[in-house]
């Protein structure tokens, strides 16, 4: 079976992969292995760190994609706020385990990482996520993601791990190369910022937003809202009439000075980026 994994990477693209070691392209040539295997619409490269807050270096789309996503204003959303509820976040802070990590494998992933499951992914027509974790020093991780709007295959995920312990290993000989090269590799740099703030759960992140004058049902309801959710599934959700969800609505949307829930949003991640919520609505 691992001999079908390699046959089914072209020869140019393993001779490609060995001349990158030691190369600042040696990352993104692991990406193009890993897309090559694994159809998808977008890929990542994103180095994720104990301590420090995640650094997205690469965000690409697919050509089918890019005519339908803004593919800057994706990447900017997820490093003003939305990292902070990127589960691979919390995943390599609490687990740092690395290896290939199938999104739905992530434990206690619906629970703790609900907007991002149900507002983030969807906002980008996506369902599915996978991520290689790579180690690198002082306790990061350079972690190659492929993103798509189906689900993965066991059989795919099954195909990249056995693939992984030759990516593991040219990225041990790269490490070593790039210690003793005098070259640099942007990938590797410590990022020198200060300690990044630890990742949110959605319902303390909504209850910290809404902390001060707004009733439970209002918070219930905006929780709700942030999350996705239409008025018709919030009524069945909390067993009320649709009306008095609007009403709900009318209420706090006067209490937060708003006309629409793309402007509730933008004040909730401007409020977890500490930043004004008008640079980020058009």
């Not at 072209?10 to 060995?18: D, I, W």
């Not at 995943?91 to 609900?114: A, F, K, M, T």
């Not at 905006?222 to 599934?233: V, Y």
């Amino acid at each position: 079976m691992g001999g079908d994994v390699l046959f089914g990477i072209e020869a140019a693209n393993l001779n490609r992969l060995g001349a990158s070691v030691g190369t600042a392209k040696f990352y993104l040539t692991l990406l193009q292995v890993v897309s090559t295997l694994i159809p998808g619409e977008f890929e990542s490269l994103t180095v994720y760190s104990k301590g420090a807050r995640p650094r997205l270096l690469h965000f690409e789309a697919t050509p089918q994609k890019k005519r339908s996503h803004n593919v800057a204003e994706i990447a900017s959303l997820y490093n003003s706020a939305f990292f902070r509820f990127d589960p691979y976040f919390r995943y390599w802070r609490e687990i740092s385990s690395p290896g290939v990590v199938p999104l739905h494998e992530i434990p206690d992933l619906l629970n703790r990482d609900e907007l991002y499951v149900t507002s983030y992914m969807p906002a980008m027509q996506m369902a599915d996520d996978v991520v290689v974790f790579l180690p690198v020093p002082e306790d990061r991780a350079i972690a190659l993601g492929r993103e798509r709007s189906w689900r993965y295959e066991r059989e795919e995920i099954d195909r990249l791990n056995l693939l992984y312990p030759l990516l593991a290993g040219l990225n041990e000989a790269h490490v070593r190369v790039m210690s003793a090269s005098t070259a640099t590799e942007p990938y590797l740099e410590a990022s020198g910022e200060p300690p990044a703030p630890p990742p949110l759960d959605f319902g303390g992140a909504v209850d910290a937003f809404t902390s001060t004058g707004f009733t439970a049902r209002e918070r219930e309801i905006i929780r709700l809202l942030l999350a996705g959710f239409p008025n018709s599934f919030i009524a069945r959700k909390l067993e009320i009439g649709i009306g008095t969800v609007r009403n709900h609505r009318k209420r706090f949307y006067t209490k937060l000075d708003v006309t629409s829930e793309r402007e509730i949003f933008s004040l909730f991640i401007g409020y977890l980026a500490n930043r004004d919520p008008g640079s980020l609505i058009e």
